[in-house]
């Protein structure tokens, strides 16, 4: 087994109370805490009810918590699986709220809306509520006007908006604790009036009760849900309690509020590990990176994870002076705390883990301006000359939106490189195997089809695609390209005599054998449509997959499925299967659906990964490429930079998503000088979006080992300028 | 012959005047020797009309009926089998002009009508909706509408068979609660709903569960003429499970039993499964002091040593207490294998093959079990199908599917839809395409598509269906003048019908099948299943007819939309029962535990699935009734609190674990997945119990 860094061991000296441990990027904070978790169990403190509870951010990290602690585990000649629970905020919230739903309210069989189906309950409330106010933003629309154009942008444009200041009221209102009644009230019974916040409960009602009606909650419930569920019942929290002695939090900047409280009430020995330099989640949400900074400043044991074997030292010092800069010459002042020390500390020589050998000409900070397609040319260029010479080093391109990734991936095509577009849409076994089974169920759907019934037979012979011999595989494009050619299917699947349309072909004995054990499937497949969704694709899945994994996921669709139909009778096939594709498309988060662990950039050496900033987070490559490093991307709070969240239509600059939730919270707040005033929460907002961006930057800067690219462009227009920070880190290394 | 042991013997062959309380743990032979004891009390003459058999629920009088078809016995009168919801139900019929007055009903000189769970709950529907839609009731509960509905149904029924009146239910739940204060003013939504509901039986001559019960116990049981009738009827009681009937069958009992000749009640001790609905096993413990003798039976004459000892090191281990000394040795290789895979499917796979290595050891597959708290349709599904595959025969406890997910009601209902256009219920499509699919012999899914596209148009809201003469040629030949034909003869059927005055529904369907779909060509021509699901479904529309029929036709609307409608809302969800073609005996039976439970019926092989899964022990939440605050032992006042939560669900864990090993000879299998079959990890109290176990090995 490696041996921990000083930093480290002093991290797994911990025994009771509390710890919180400031750890830069690439210290190794994972395998500590594992090991820390590891440690306890294996100490013999734990009553046999009892579990060391490690609380993380996202579902991939669950599973490598849950793997390592395992293994670790096993070398203590202990059995895995015991003695442990790793879940996130949502997983927790769940287990609490199972343990009495009827406590909050909910049926014992209540279900869980993810957030598609969540939106679409949102959007729908939203449009209504819009139908029903359909001038009710005049007075916030751009007074120059006219008629004719605010009746557009009344059109086209206020549902959109309507639809975001619902999301993040509801999301607000939860997080506050706030039922919709209890916001009514509070409303009802303020002199002065606020009208947006009366918009967003309004919303927030309809959704509310659309939930309900479903017997339904979201993943802002359970945790509002949960919370709640601790402080109604003591003997409920004594038992938790017990059952958690340890808490174990990773990635704590991200915490929200609530998160915070929640963990509070059940924790007595609690570690909370994290870097608040990272903190990109917070737009939208309540986490602040200010409140790990002070928890560790009042921990009973405050440590910091300062060295870091992932980058040269170049990159190292560059992102250092990211945070000095930040700290003492941003030009506005609120946002110098953005970033902070502890400062990235490079490895001893003798590290497991040394730094890779230094080469500062590896830092490109590209200071021209290219046109939006000009940047995404020049990447495209740099990495066909860059490939070929590294065909074992990683790569990464990081985008500040997934449409910029969708260009790119063009351009790329069109240069023969076939980019990894994983961590922009999918999660790969499920959507495989969602995939799949989505194309059978869309043909079932439409049995006439030619097109779709081509589709099928590529999906039954698809391992062809992975083989080793191309041919094959051009051979089933080609059968495929035959069926699509057929006119009547029926002929092909269910001929009459005399009619089958495989005779009149002219086809060699394979590819006619491999048509008719085709048919017999799909002939088999028909018969299935009478079955309940979840026994159709139990069945298609014994035809259609044979690793383990894979029937699991079917399993679980099929399960999925189901719950779905029976929420929705009059759901129909090709409802169904529009869901299968959005699983495909990983737009739907399984909570908990644990057969992705995660993205390993290693597994695509020599191929180009696109990535968001935010995806890319926790994850390395040997040369990563952050463009668009402008000021709309990255503002810095000066007069001419754009924001996102200000929409042009809009007088004033305001951010009304902002302006309802300060309305909101000013209803509730109890200091008379903090009244509802119009504009500053637009203005606060936009701090807020510069420090989270400076944090992104750094999180981008810090995903490089090797080899650092940093561009940015004008934009369609021209007038955008290079992001300040970016300007001041050219100017450093210059 | 079986042989009885000396304690059965005594119990079989007491006098014909003896009155005993015999109980017991589970599996120790009780019920053996109850049922022995009627086949006793008959062949020496005691007249088979005036035993009397009373059950919590009438699957557990099936080893007595059993028995009583046995063609030793002599032949003569009937033996009555009753719960106490058939005996309140059968008296109310028999004497209703007696008490008619007395009743509170509205129009008492007309007669009642019975409700059925289903009608029961239909009435409530159209109550509460009132009162969700206009007065904001119950928005703070987050509960599909119909468990809504079901509840309140359950609360009344609980006051009644607790005794206790409807009008106390929503300050008794209110009283113990301790969470969300939003929660309160649900209980009082539901007390409002549930009186609204007695009123509206009130005043309509309904009768459903809890007004039976009570116009039983409180007018009926009191009345000398019907009272002289029961007491002189029933002259020999036997009572089993006790412990699973509600305070007024022991209340009933405790008052009956001095005017019995003979009674032989029989009570389980750690059980109490039905507490859900109102059991009350401390309730039944009353009666041993009324009875001349108490009886124990404490031999196990099922499990194996081995299966006793594990048995015995469980029960502390689930109660979290050390072991007791003096237990017998754990030889937990002998009562127990765990096996672990990661994913789900890889552990059904497990699971079948390892059903296969003990069926060709010799094991009859009836001799296997396999159990988990709940069973998923996908499981159910995935598991009989690998055994198939194995060649071994497998049954499950749930033969059937709510009406609306069964594909030939679907069929059925959509046509009924088609032939009434006044109706304005247009299908889909695809609803359309799969009747056609199975009304008509040799269509398939193609096809039967390509016609659906072409005939089937929703005009003004009315559903039409056009002549197959008028497809083009080509496409003609496409479908097949053969096929094409068998349509035509439908779509003629169905015009016909709809040119004269509508029919019930029930006589539609009967015609439809009878005339048309039975009829060689069409799809349900030989096929019995569908004949019996047929059936099953006029069943229910004639037994909604009658229940609702008449208010329906006062408000002038029609029964058969109604019912769609229902159906589509899942209001109504009659499940149909297998009549015919019973699964094989001999098969490895897939149940819930609760169900395996109170089959009560002893196996070789148990398997438990889902093992880490918290459904073995939580009690079934309801949000608006609570099993143990309405029962009859609850201080009024008191809290409800987690303590209250978790002790019981170790004591319902303790109570289905040891059942569960009494009911096992040999050994139990545990079958572990990493992950759930819904992808989660589970790690619930019955796996930390077996940890536990295996550690102090």
């Known amino acids: 087994m490696l041996q921990p860094r000083p930093s480290q061991e002093k991290i797994l000296e911990y025994t009771t109370g509390t710890m919180g441990v400031s750890a830069v990027p690439g210290s190794g904070k994972t395998w500590t805490l594992s090991l820390l978790a590891a440690d306890i169990i294996a100490r013999n403190v734990l009553d046999l009810d009892q579990e060391v509870l490690i609380v993380t951010l996202v579902n ?98 206020l549902p959109r908006l309507v639809d975001d200041i619902a999301y993040q009221f ?226 990464a391109v990081l985008v500040p939106r997934n449409t910029r990734a969708q260009h790119l991936a063009d351009l790329l095509r069109q240069a023969d490189i076939e980019p990894v577009e994983t961590l922009l849409r999918s999660t790969s076994q499920t959507r495989k195997t969602a995939g799949a089974l989505g194309n059978i169920l869309a043909y079932l759907a439409n049995p006439g089809s030619a097109n779709k019934l081509a589709s099928v037979y590529r999906v039954w012979r698809r391992d062809a695609k992975e083989g080793e011999n191309k041919e094959v595989w051009e051979e089933v494009k080609e059968l495929a390209q035959l069926i699509r050619k057929c006119s009547h299917v029926e002929d092909f699947l269910a001929p009459g005599p005399d009619q089958d349309w495989l005779s009149t072909l002219d086809l060699e004995e394979e590819q006619e054998a491999s048509l008719r054990d085709f048919r017999e499937m799909v002939e088999r497949w028909l018969k299935t449509i009478l079955l309940p969704i979840d026994q159709m694709i139990l069945t298609l899945s014994q035809d259609l997959f044979t690793t383990p994994m894979e029937l699991a996921i079917a399993h679980k669709l099929a399960v999925f499925l189901r719950q779905l139909s029976n929420a929705h009778p009059n759901w129909g096939l090709p409802s169904l299967t529009d869901e299968l594709a959005v699983v495909a498309r990983n737009e739907r988060r399984f909570i908990s659906f644990t057969s992705d662990t995660g993205f390993d950039p290693e597994a695509h050496k020599g191929k180009v990964v696109l990535t968001t900033a935010h995806k890319a987070k926790g994850l390395e490559w040997d040369r990563v490429y952050v463009i668009s490093v402008n000021n709309y991307n990255y503002p810095s709070g000066a007069a001419y930079d754009q924001y996102i969240s200000e929409r042009w239509y809009v007088r004033d600059n305001l951010n009304l998503p902002a302006e309802t939730l300060a309305q909101l919270k000013a209803a509730f707040s109890d200091d008379v000088f903090h009244w509802y005033e119009e504009g500053t929460a637009s203005q606060k907002a936009r701090v807020e979006y510069v420090k989270e961006r400076l944090r992104l930057l750094y999180v981008g800067i810090t995903r490089a080992k090797k080899e650092l690219v940093i561009t940015w462009n004008k934009g369609r227009r021209g007038e955008l300028q290079p992001a300040l920070a970016f300007v001041a880190l050219q100017e450093d290394r210059n | 012959m079986l042989q009885y042991t000396t304690p059965q013997l005594s119990i079989i062959e007491s006098p014909f005047d003896a009155k005993t309380f015999l109980h017991g743990p589970a599996m120790t032979g009780k019920t053996t020797a109850g049922v022995e004891r009627i086949s006793y009390l008959i062949e020496n003459g005691v007249p088979a009309g005036s035993i009397l058999i009373l059950v919590p629920q009438r699957t557990l009088a099936e080893p007595y009926r059993q028995a009583l078809y046995h063609p030793d016995l002599p032949a003569g009168g009937l033996v009555t089998t009753l719960t106490v919801g058939g005996l309140a139900r059968r008296s109310l019929e028999t004497f209703w002009p ?51 509905y079901s509840q309140i149904i359950d609360n009344l029924n609980k006051a009644a068979v607790v005794g206790f009146p409807h009008t106390e239910l929503g300050e008794r739940l209110q009283s113990a609660w301790v969470g969300e204060l939003a929660q309160s003013r649900v209980y009082a939504d539901a007390q409002d709903c549930a009186n609204a509901f007695r009123d509206f039986c009130l005043e309509y001559n309904l009768l459903d569960f809890s007004l039976q019960i009570e116009l039983f116990r409180d007018l009926l049981w009191p009345n000398p003429t019907c009272r002289r009738y029961l007491t002189d009827t029933y002259r020999h009681l036997i009572a089993d499970n006790l412990e699973e009937d509600v305070p007024l069958t022991h209340d009933l009992l405790e008052n009956w039993l001095p005017d019995f000749d003979s009674a032989l009640l ?83 796979t497990w699971v079948a093959d390892k059903i296969r290595s003990l069926v060709e050891e010799g094991t009859p597959p009836g001799e296997i079990v396999v159990l988990a708290p709940f069973l998923s349709d996908a499981l159910r599904f995935s598991l009989r199908e690998l055994l198939i595959a194995q060649g071994i025969p497998s049954r499950s406890h749930r033969p059937s599917r709510a009406l609306r997910e069964e594909p030939t009601t679907h069929a059925l209902l959509t046509l009924a839809a088609l032939a009434h256009p006044q109706w304005e219920i247009t299908p889909s499509q695809s609803d359309v395409t799969y009747a056609l699919l199975q009304a008509i012999k040799g269509l398939d899914l193609i096809r039967a598509r390509l016609l659906t596209k072409i005939i089937y148009r929703a005009t003004q809201g009315k559903p039409t269906l056009s002549n197959f003469e008028r497809i083009r040629p080509e496409t003609q030949e496409r479908i097949t003048y053969q096929l094409g034909n068998r349509y035509q003869a439908l779509r003629d059927w169905l015009y016909a019908y709809r040119e004269n005055d509508p029919h019930p529904l029930d006589h539609f369907l009967s015609r439809l099948f009878g005339e048309l779909l039975s009829q060689p060509g069409f799809g349900f021509h030989t096929d019995h299943d569908q004949g019996e699901i047929t059936a099953n479904l006029i069943e229910s529309v004639q037994k909604f007819r009658w229940a609702v029929g008449k208010t329906l036709e006062a408000a002038d609307v029609p029964l058969g939309k109604e019912y769609l409608l229902m159906v589509q809302d899942g209001v109504i969800a009659a499940q149909y029962i297998k009549r015919w073609g019973a699964p094989p005996d001999d098969a490895v039976f897939m149940a819930p535990a609760y169900t395996f439970l109170m089959n009560n019926h002893p196996v070789t092989y148990q398997f438990w699935l889902n093992a880490g899964a918290r459904g073995w022990y939580e009690r079934i939440y309801q949000p608006l009734t609570h099993p143990y605050i309405l029962s009859r032992d609850w201080e009024q006042g008191e809290i409800w609190t987690d303590a209250n939560e978790t002790e019981v669900s170790l004591e319902r864990l303790q109570r289905l674990a040891s059942g569960l090993l009494r009911r096992c000879r040999e050994k139990v299998y545990i079958g572990i997945s990493t992950l759930s079959e819904q992808g989660y990890e589970q790690k619930g109290l019955l796996l930390q119990a077996v940890n536990r176990v295996l550690q102090e090995r």
Not at chain 2, 108 to 127: K, V
Request: net charge negative; proline share 8%.
């Open chain 1, 60 to 157: 991939s990290a669950v599973d490598n918590f849950t793997q390592r602690i395992g293994e670790f585990l096993k070398q203590r000649g202990l059995l895995p699986h015991l003695g442990y629970r790793v879940r996130t905020l949502h997983g927790l919230a769940h287990d609490i709220v199972r343990e009495r739903p009827a406590l909050v309210g909910l049926d014992v069989n209540f279900q869980i809306v993810d957030e598609r189906e969540g939106n679409r309950i949102r959007t729908s409330a939203a449009e209504e509520w819009l139908y029903q106010h359909p001038n009710f933003f005049d007075d916030y629309l751009d007074p120059d006007f006219d008629e004719g154009k605010r009746d557009w942008v009344r059109r086209e444009k």
């Open chain 1, 170 to 395: 509801i999301r607000t209102a939860k997080d506050m604790q706030l039922t919709p009644q209890a916001a009514r009230e509070r409303l009802d019974d303020l002199p002065i009036p606020l009208p947006l916040a009366e918009a967003g409960v309004e919303i927030y009602g309809a959704y509310q009760h659309s939930l309900a009606y479903r017997g339904a909650v979201d993943f802002d419930d359970l945790i509002r849900l949960a919370y709640q569920a601790l402080q109604l019942d003591e003997d409920l929290l004594a038992r938790l309690r017990h059952q958690w002695p340890y808490i174990l939090e990773d990635e704590a900047q991200d915490s929200s509020q609530v998160q915070e409280k929640i963990l509070r009430l059940l924790a007595q020995n609690w570690v909370r590990v994290g870097d608040p330099n990272q903190a990109i989640y917070e737009t939208f949400t309540t986490a602040k990176p200010e409140l790990l900074r002070d928890f560790i400043r009042e921990a009973d044991f405050p440590r910091t994870l300062p060295t870091s074997g992932r980058s040269t030292s170049s990159i190292i010092s560059l992102a250092n002076s990211l945070v000095e800069w930040t700290q003492s010459e941003h030009h506005l002042e609120a946002a110098r705390t953005a970033l902070a020390p502890p400062y990235i500390q490079p490895t001893s020589p003798d590290d497991h883990q040394a730094n890779p050998p230094d080469r500062a000409e590896q830092i490109h900070l590209i200071e021209k301006g290219y046109s939006p397609k000009g940047e995404l040319k020049a990447i495209a260029k740099s990495l066909e000359q860059w490939l070929p010479d590294h065909p074992e080093e990683t790569v």
């Open chain 2, 98 to 148: 007696l008490i008619s007055e007395e009743s509170g009903f509205a129009q008492p000189d007309l007669p009642p009508t019975f409700l059925t769970m289903e009608s029961a709950q239909y009435y409530m529907a159209h109550i509460v909706r009132p009162f969700m839609r206009e007065e904001g009731y119950f928005e703070t509960v987050t509960i599909k509408r119909n468990r809504l």
């Open chain 2, 266 to 348: 029989i009570a389980d001790h750690e059980a109490g499964y039905r507490r859900f609905l109102g059991a009350d096993p401390d309730s039944a413990r009353r009666l041993r002091h009324v009875c001349g003798k108490e009886v124990e039976f404490t031999t196990p004459l099922v499990s194996s040593p081995a299966v006793q000892a594990f048995n015995a090191h469980l029960t502390p281990a689930i109660r979290r207490e050390l072991p007791p000394p003096g237990l017998p040795t754990l030889d937990i290789d002998s009562a127990l294998s765990i096996e672990i895979r990661q994913y789900y499917p890889e552990m059904l």
